[in-house]
């Protein structure tokens, strides 16, 4: 991991360019994607009489920089609504599962209950040379689905003769009011002038993953009294 095959020399030199004996050859610098350690950070060697260098390699210890697959397990470090923590990789492993610089992991789909944006549908980070994905999160754009309240107002969507628009909400609500998948809209009661039925007396509608309120309207039935 030294940096290149060039240390710093000192020393007398012949007209061939060699070094008398007495000189010395430092590598101090690691190349580009590995880092130095801070205690062993000289490796010095010696031209001895014999017109050998004489020195040890472990004296400057360069350590090659990765970056950790699992960097993308915190729901901070990857795109808002992207499916799971599991980027798709692509480059060069080490022994230890961590990926060489220059590899790339890509989100390009979202988690249940989130819709894709149509331009902003793939974020790529980067293992740089110094071991950290670099990428932007707002390249993938995935929007929480939800489903709205106000569905109900129209009569067509809701149980023939169900009080008004108004069943009974039950689940987590975002701040525009619209309700998150899993959350439940309940008709159990029927206008004035209309009877409930004995057996048909309640119709739930579910939130669903894609933003939908699920259910049978005749779940419900209301006659009307005459």
Known sequence: GALDSHPAFSGTTLSDGSYLPGATATFNSCSDSFSIDSTRNSAVFNCDSSGNWAGSSTDLQCTQNSCNPSYFVDAANRPAGALDSHPAFSG?????????????????SCSDSFSIDSTRNSAVFNCDSSGNWAGSSTDLQCTQ????????????????????????FSGTTLSDGSYLPGATATFNSCSDSFSIDSTRNSAVFNCDSSGNWAGSSTDLQCTQNS
Do not use: I, K, M, Q
């Not at 060069?92 to 390009?108: H, Q």
């Open 145 to 168: 689905n939800s489903c709205s309240p106000t569905y109900f107002e129209d009569a067509a969507n809701r149980p023939v003769g169900a009080l008004d628009s108004h069943p009974a």
């Open 92 to 108: 060069t492993t080490l022994s230890d599962g961590s990926y060489l610089p220059g590899a790339t992991a890509t989100f390009n």
